[in-house]
């Protein structure tokens, strides 16, 4: 079916906003991860998610950041209280099974710009 | 702790000219490695993976790389760069379990 795909494409928002960040990962995908990519920097791995559960947070930044999983599909990246730092491309993957081997396929991510 | 360098920030070459990327990995065993392409605007496209076995991985778009374990590198190479191959390339290494490590990207620039 269709790749990853994430929305929205842009969002701008104010300092101090709440903001919600989606990912349609691949149909079939068990793993699902986040990722942060900053002006001049690599990518940044905030969480992966097996299925419903995620057995790996510990890249997420702080506490304002979070992350669910529903129906071992749709995933959505919430940051709270959002800071100019914030700003960055959030980058979604999927893989058929996760782990270290698995090809990840990688949606055209969301700009978050915080004003 | 796992990591992964790219050790060039920007390269510029000549359509046609060859390519070299370089990317270092430091990882306790063997790993899995990655080269992913990403075109402006547009996600991360897998190039090519090394698992084991051969360690001259052929990809696409005419993109190889070697893995070499004493040098602890994961070169890319095309012999003809064509102007469609400006983008940012990304080398990443996988480990057993689920974390993926990225360097830090190198962007080509391909001259007419």
Known sequence: GAGVSQSPSNKVTEKGKDVELRCDPISGHTALYWYRQSLGQGLEFLIYFQGNSAPDKSGLPSDRFSAERTGGSVSTLTIQRTQQEDSAVYLCASSWAGGGGDTQYFGPGTRLTVL | ?112
């Open chain 2, 1 to 112: 702790a796992q990591s992964v360098t790219q050790p060039d920030i920007h390269i510029t070459v000549s359509e046609g000219a060859s390519l070299e990327l370089r990317c270092n990995y430091s990882y306790g065993a063997t790993p899995y490695l990655f080269w992913y392409v990403q075109s402006p605007g547009q996600g991360l496209q897998l190039l090519l993976k090394y698992f084991s076995g051969d360690t001259l991985v052929q990809g696409i778009k005419g993109f190889e790389a070697e893995f070499k374990r004493s040098q602890s590198s994961f070169n890319l190479r095309k012999p003809s760069v064509h102007w469609s191959d400006a983008a940012e390339y990304f080398c990443a290494v996988g480990e057993y379990g689920n974390q993926f490590y990225f360097g830090t990207g190198t962007s080509l620039t391909v001259i007419p």
